[in-house]
C-alpha cells in the first residue's frame, strides 16, 4: 500500500496540486465529530453503526496513506458485529488511541477515553472466535 507521502503525489496528480492537503485538512477537521459517534457506538453496543463508521475512517484513512489507522479500522470493522470474549468499547480503544493522538490537544483528546487499559492492540480485536 502506498505510503502517505506516495498517496499524496498521487492524489495530486489525480485532482490538482493542493489537494491532497486539502483533503488531509477536511479529515481532520472532521475527526471530532467522527470520533464521537464512535465513541457513542461503542458505548451503547451498536456494532452495527460502530461497524459503519470503522469502514469509513478506514477508507479515509487508506486514501489519505495512513496505513496504521487503516489497518486498525479495517480490523475494527470486521471485529465489530462479532460476539467476543471482548466488548465493542474494547475493540474500539486501539482505534481511539490513533484518533486522539491525531487530534493532539484539541478538546477531544481531552474528553475520557471509552475503554481503559493499555491492551495490546490485535488480541483486543480478536474475538474468541480467532483472528480474521
Known amino acids: 500500500m502506498a505510503g502517505r507521502g506516495t498517496a499524496d ?9 493542493g489537494s491532497a492537503a486539502a483533503l488531509r485538512e477536511i479529515f481532520q477537521a472532521e475527526l471530532p465529530a467522527r470520533l ?21 475512517l478506514a477508507g479515509a484513512a487508506g486514501l489519505l ?12 470493522e470486521q471485529a465489530a458485529p462479532v460476539p467476543g470474549a471482548t466488548t465493542l468499547a474494547e475493540r474500539f480503544a486501539p482505534v481511539e488511541r490513533l484518533l486522539v493522538a ?4 484539541s478538546a477531544v483528546a481531552a ?22
Not at 495512513?66 to 480490523?75: G, M, N, S, T, V
Not at 474528553?111 to 483472528?131: K, W, Y
Request: charged residues 25%; glycine residues 8%; aromatic residues 0%.
Open 65 to 76: 496513506g495512513l496505513e496504521p489507522l487503516a489497518q486498525l479500522a479495517r480490523a475494527l
Open 9 to 17: 503525489a498521487e492524489i495530486d496528480a489525480l485532482l490538482g496540486a
Open 102 to 105: 491525531s487530534l493532539g490537544r
Open 111 to 132: 474528553t475520557p477515553p471509552c475503554a481503559e487499559g493499555n491492551r495490546d492492540e490485535r488480541a483486543v480485536l480478536v474475538s474468541r472466535h480467532g483472528a480474521d
Open 36 to 56: 464521537a459517534r464512535m465513541r457513542a457506538a461503542a458505548a451503547k453496543s451498536a456494532a452495527s453503526l460502530l461497524q459503519r463508521e470503522a469502514h469509513g
